[in-house]
């Protein structure tokens, strides 16, 4: 009996790991994203991915873990918090996935990192979210941030002997892609003490390629631009009429979300200038996300592609983006995270544990291998694009950046030439026209109209003042004759009037003087 006994206590003791490694949770998940599918981020668009890694996750790799997923609204604004308040006051979430919008996300993981609750995002990539001792503790970020690809020009400018560059970006008063994008690259550029410059094009004004090239020419290196795409075309456009894509500047586009659309050329509108804009491209490089795929991969774009075909959003919006796998990347770490903070006798919430086990990571996502830094950041892989086929205006990667080890890698028929400053062309005195302003600039051609408008209004301001002050000297002419002649006659009576009365004083002085002469009397005498 006591052999029996000990082997079941032997046998227990031994299936004891087996069964408190093994999860059986329940877990509330709270998704915020903009139900707005004009946003490549949108609920429609990313549930799919997140529902995929769900199934994938109770099916087969944790049986005992099931999610219950809600999706709320975040609006890419205070809609966020408010979901996340509401949501709280009935149940608070085990974990919440994203927002991805900047100014959304920050106030929702600062809440929940008061209330001790991870949060993952594949957005929420703008520099100031680096900062995770406070307000942003419970925050990982599961795509690679901006700060993450402004190391990717940083590791460039040090490989090709770069010193200054020109960033020139579109703004806009909502969401600031391209502030946030441009920050990460002016603090990795400014921290390693390049010169940075930076040129701002407001998304509501006209873009003035002129004032743009000029400062173009005052940065003699490497320009880097994030704006849409009508903003880059015109801006090459420019700069190619001007030479200056002969290979003495050398210009990047920072393209991190939609990277397919390189290979279609972005170049092409359908207009006349197509065939000068392909030209232009032909000196552009692109600094994109650097794409894997493997067959694990294929199967998951091919469900989500019909998944969102079947909400009605279209073919064209089918297109699976970094958010997409973000997110499903994001289900799968928090269940590893989750898998080791209970074997080590923590529970689901443990909000700091689950967080800090996110940390120093790495995992194999559905693109390929993901990589997690002590901060809590992905490291970036990105890859150089260039139009490799002049004929066909095609790019293709040149050469691929790895964050883990800030390594590069060179595509076999990668020309150093290409990244190679030569001799700058001078600015051109006169200005050289632009062709698309008929033979003239067009701050030439709008300085001739105002120019003329003007030299019209002081040509006829100059007759209706000469015209009117002939007439008020004439008239002022008249008036002082006048006024002469009345003085001369009042002046001559004014003399006749005091010699005339002279002289009668001197004829009654003379009489008198007679009279007391012929008397001699003292009296009359001494009256007088």
């Not at 966020?80 to 308040?85: E, H, I």
């Not at 940075?196 to 094009?201: M, Q």
């Not at 970094?322 to 080590?344: I, P, Q, R, T, W």
């Amino acid at each position: 009996m006591s052999y029996l006994l000990s082997c079941c206590i032997y046998v227990w003791l031994i299936l004891l790991p087996v069964r408190t490694s093994a999860l059986n949770e329940e877990i509330e998940v709270l998704v915020l994203l903009p139900k707005n599918n004009s946003y490549i981020f949108s609920m429609p668009r990313v549930r799919p991915a997140i529902e995929y890694a769900r199934m994938r996750l109770s099916a087969d790799l944790y049986p005992g873990l099931n999610f219950t997923v809600h999706y709320d609204n975040s609006d890419c604004g205070n809609e966020a918090l408010f979901s996340l308040v509401s949501r709280s006051c009935m149940k608070k979430p085990d974990l919440i996935l994203g927002p991805v919008c900047e100014y959304a996300a920050a106030q929702v993981v600062r809440m929940a990192s008061h209330w001790n609750i991870p949060v993952i995002s594949a957005g929420a990539l703008a520099t100031g979210f680096s900062h995770k001792e406070k307000e942003y503790s419970h925050l990982t970020r599961i795509a690679p941030s901006y700060l993450k690809m402004g190391e990717t020009f940083s590791a460039l400018f040090e490989h090709f002997g770069w010193n200054k560059v020109l960033l020139i970006f579109e703004d806009d008063s909502e969401e600031r892609n391209c502030y946030f994008t441009i920050e990460g690259v002016h603090s990795s550029l400014h921290v390693e003490g390049y010169k940075v410059d930076s040129v701002v094009i407001h998304k509501d004004h006209r873009v003035e390629t002129d004032e743009i090239i000029k400062d173009i020419y005052k940065t003699e290196a490497v320009v880097v631009m994030c704006a849409g795409g009508d903003t880059v075309r015109d801006i090459m456009l420019a700069a190619h009429r001007r030479r200056l894509t002969s290979g003495g500047y050398i210009f990047f586009n920072i393209e991190l979300f939609n990277s397919s659309s390189y290979g279609d050329g972005s170049w092409r509108r359908g207009d006349k200038y197509d065939a000068e804009a392909k030209l232009a491209y032909s000196a552009l490089n692109v600094v994109t996300l650097m794409r894997t795929a493997k067959a694990e991969f294929e199967t998951f774009t091919t469900e989500v592609k019909k998944s969102i075909q079947r909400a009605g959003i279209g073919p064209d919006s089918a297109n699976v983006n970094m958010f997409m796998e973000g997110f499903h990347d994001a289900l799968l770490l928090y269940a590893l995270a989750l898998h080791e903070v209970v074997k080590n006798g923590f529970s689901k919430k443990d909000g700091v544990q689950i967080t800090q086990s996110m940390r120093n990571r790495t995992f194999e996502g559905i693109a390929g291998q993901v990589s997690i830094d002590e901060n809590g950041d992905r490291n970036g892989d990105f890859s150089v694009m260039a139009m490799t086929d002049t004929q066909s205006g095609t790019y293709e990667a040149v050469f691929n950046y790895f964050g883990v080890n800030q390594s590069f890698q060179e595509i076999p028929g990668f020309n150093t030439d290409r990244f190679t400053l030569r001799e700058r062309p001078r600015p051109p005195s006169p200005e050289q026209p632009d062709q698309s302003s008929g033979g003239l600039g067009v701050s030439a051609v709008t300085g001739i109209i105002v120019g003329a408008l003007l030299g019209t209004a002081l040509l006829m301001a100059f007759y209706f003042f000469r015209k009117n002050y002939r007439i008020t000297i004439e008239r002022r002419t008249q008036r002082e004759e006048c006024d002469i002649g009345k003085h001369r006659q009042l002046r001559e009576d004014s003399i006749r009037s005091n010699f005339s009365a002279a002289r009668e004083r001197e004829r009654e002085r003379a009489s008198t003087l007679e009279d007391c002469q012929r008397s001699r009397s003292r009296e009359v005498c001494r009256g007088t």
